[in-house]
């Protein structure tokens, strides 16, 4: 079975791709920005896996100004003809997606050429761009139950959102850095945040009771100090150490994220990004505040003395004891949506079988 994998959320797509026994490529962005020459962490990370990847260049959504939206919509039909090329010559099976504006192209790509498509939705509620591929998609997979509500419900199944192999392995992985001092983890997720970049800098000198690993992405933001590990990129694996061994993290809230602090019961201080969609971030960061030792700053609002007092009291208080049903089911994420998707692929061959027949 050859699968396309595609989508912007790329951590539970990796998580399946490790776990799948399918012939895979992987279709998505080759820079993390459009204003930058800095590689994107899912063709990075499929670099050193060794994974096949397709580079398809797709416009970000601006609904703001119609103008910008008329051109995003003429580079949309480019990115959806090139991705039809692309089915094409791969000769895919099943397109599985993971959300975000980079799977949209080939999500109708693949209903143009009669591919069964089946789509992940990570977060609490839907993102644009699942909502316009849930009427391309045969299947329609969910991490929460919230976000019933937004798709189909004759196609709709509740599986969980994928965490990271190597941080639901308990097999031992080579120490990062070695300290005695508690670790927090600052990250802004893969292409990393000025804001908390900015912010770790001005409180750095202040931290000196801590060690601080910081993945500062695509800029250069790296801190001189002894207490200090900066990278633009820590691997999967990295990560997982990483996790597992921080006292604390310091970070945006974007759902994956949230997921694996909320597993680990890690104890978390979330900067939600200010311009996300229908403030999914913030949303994201309460139900995180309301299940888990965690809080949240608005960017804006920021007073580095109160954050210096939350890192404080987080770090002595430790792990959170309470054990959230939701998050603990998404263990069972991964096998959840190789099952749907293995499924959906039996189901379109007997239909294309006995339409055979027919003939």
């Known amino acids: 079975m050859k699968v396309i994998i595609t989508g912007s959320h790329f951590s539970p797509a990796y998580a399946v791709i490790r776990k799948s026994k399918w012939d895979i490529v992987v279709v998505g962005r080759k820079y993390a920005l459009s204003n930058t020459q800095k590689e994107s962490f899912e063709y990075k990370l499929c670099k050193e896996k060794k994974i096949p990847f397709r580079v398809l260049d797709v416009p970000r959504f601006l609904r703001v100004s119609p103008v910008r939206s008329f051109l ?79 798709f189909p419900k004759n196609k709709t199944y509740l599986t969980g959102n994928p965490i990271r192999e190597e941080l639901l392995s308990l097999s031992s992985i080579s120490p990062l850095v070695k300290t005695v001092k508690p670790i927090i983890y600052v990250t802004g997720g893969s292409t990393g945040s000025m804001a908390i970049n900015d912010l770790i800098g001005k409180i750095f000198p202040s931290l000196s009771d801590y060690f601080i690993i910081h993945q500062y992405g695509v800029s250069e933001s790296e801190i001189k100090g002894e207490n200090y590990l900066g990278k633009s990129y820590f691997s999967p694996s990295e990560v997982a ?16 994220t949230v997921t694996e602090v909320l597993y680990l ?13 229908k403030n999914e971030q913030l949303k994201n960061a309460r139900y995180a505040q309301k299940n888990a030792r965690a809080t949240y700053f608005i960017q ?3 007073v580095p003395r109160e954050i210096l007092r939350e890192i404080r009291d987080k770090i002595r208080k ?42």
């Open 241 to 256: 150490w990483i996790m597992r061994n921080a006292s604390l993290i310091i970070s945006r809230s974007g759902i994956n």
């Open 72 to 150: 995003s919509s003429i580079s949309l039909f480019k990115a959806i003809k090139k991705a039809r090329n692309i089915i094409k010559e791969e000769n895919c099976d099943i397109v599985l997606s993971f959300g975000g504006y980079t799977a949209l192209p080939v999500v109708i790509a693949a209903r143009t050429l009669r591919k069964p498509v089946i789509i992940h939705e990570q977060t609490l509620g839907a993102g644009f761009s699942n909502k316009i591929s849930s009427y391309f998609a045969d299947r329609i997979l969910i991490s929460f139950s919230s976000s019933r509500k937004y």
């Open 318 to 359: 430790g792990r959170s004891t309470k054990e959230n049903e939701a998050i603990q089911k998404s263990a069972k994420a991964t096998d959840l949506i190789i099952n749907e998707t293995e499924k959906l692929y039996k189901k379109t061959q007997e239909k294309r079988s006995k339409g055979a027949k027919n003939i």
């Open 265 to 277: 019961r890690l104890p978390a201080i979330f900067i939600p990004l200010p311009h996300g969609q």
């Open 300 to 302: 804006e609002k920021i």
